[in-house]
């Protein structure tokens, strides 16, 4: 169900919370574009990119790495990498369960 338009929300907050969500918990969710994300999200992007995103996700790819030397960090390294994307340009995302069909995500 989709959330109805948000004028007055601070867009770098939810992508925050977004962001934590996923982080929470990764396992059997995935992120995809919104097919509705305008040119403002794009903008918000490359601004979250400059202050944050690239840090975060420096600071995944940094932390999966000796996740990956253990046999039971493998799944939690394998789930920092998938945070990469989401880390980098968070705006125009929504984070879906892997339990629906590719075709009903949009």
């Not at 948000?6 to 919104?34: D, H, K, Q, Y």
């Not at 690239?54 to 493998?74: C, K």
Request: glycine share 10%; net charge positive; proline share 7%.
């Amino acid at each position: 169900m989709r959330h109805a338009e948000r004028p007055n929300a601070i867009p770098f907050g939810i992508a925050s919370f977004r962001i934590a969500g996923f982080i929470l918990w990764p396992f059997g969710r995935t992120t995809v574009e919104r097919r509705d994300a305008g040119a403002a999200s794009c903008v918000g992007n490359v601004i979250w990119f400059v202050f944050a995103g690239w840090w975060l996700a420096l600071g995944h790819l940094i932390t999966s790495i000796p996740l990956f030397l253990s046999i039971i960090g493998i799944p939690f390294g394998w789930a920092n990498l998938k945070m990469i994307p989401v880390s980098l340009m968070p705006l125009g995302r929504e984070i879906v369960s892997t339990d629906q069909a590719w075709g009903a995500r949009y």
